[in-house]
């Protein structure tokens, strides 16, 4: 191999790594600003909302009908749950929103647990 031929190789491996080199900074970089995205309050507070909402579907999944909870779009009703909460937490009506709350879900178990009269059709 003659002189230039290896210079041109050496020359080539040289570029190479350097364009490696650039590759590797532009990866930590970008790392470095999902991470710091990642960390901001309100990507924390949603990862924790669908880590929550998910947990509550897996363990009530099968309790209201065979499809169990997930044709209920949690995701799509938290904004509205979230503003009926400030409403009822301003207007100091916690105490009355959970009277309602306890009733509801003791109407609810009830309706639940309630079964049909046997019918006899003996005739």
Same mark, same amino acid.
């Given at each position: 191999?003659?002189?230039?031929?290896?210079?041109?190789?050496?020359?080539?491996?040289?570029?190479? #790594?350097?364009?490696?080199?650039?590759?590797?900074?532009?990866?930590?970089?970008? &790392?470095?600003?999902?991470?710091?995205?990642?960390?901001?309050?309100?990507? #924390?507070?949603?990862?924790?909302?669908?880590?929550?909402?998910?947990?509550?579907?897996?363990?009530?999944?099968?309790?209201?009908?065979?499809?169990?909870?997930?044709?209920?779009?949690?995701?799509?009703?938290?904004?509205? &749950? #979230?503003?009926?909460?400030?409403?009822?937490?301003?207007?100091?009506?916690?105490?009355? &929103?959970?009277?309602?709350?306890? &009733?509801? %879900?003791? %109407?609810?178990?009830?309706?639940?647990?309630?079964?049909?009269?046997?019918?006899?059709?003996?005739?």
């Amino acid at each position: 191999m003659s002189k230039e031929a290896e210079r041109a190789t050496i020359d080539a491996d040289k570029q190479r #790594l350097i364009r490696e080199g650039e590759l590797y900074r532009i990866k930590v970089v970008h &790392a470095k600003a999902l991470v710091g995205n990642a960390l901001q309050p309100d990507a #924390l507070l949603h990862g924790a909302v669908d880590q929550a909402i998910g947990m509550a579907q897996a363990r009530l999944g099968g309790l209201l009908q065979p499809g169990g909870l997930k044709s209920v779009n949690f995701k799509a009703l938290l904004p509205y &749950a #979230l503003t009926v909460g400030s409403y009822i937490a301003r207007k100091r009506l916690v105490k009355p &929103a959970m009277g309602v709350a306890l &009733a509801a %879900g003791l %109407g609810m178990a009830w309706l639940l647990r309630r079964q049909p009269a046997p019918q006899d059709d003996q005739e």
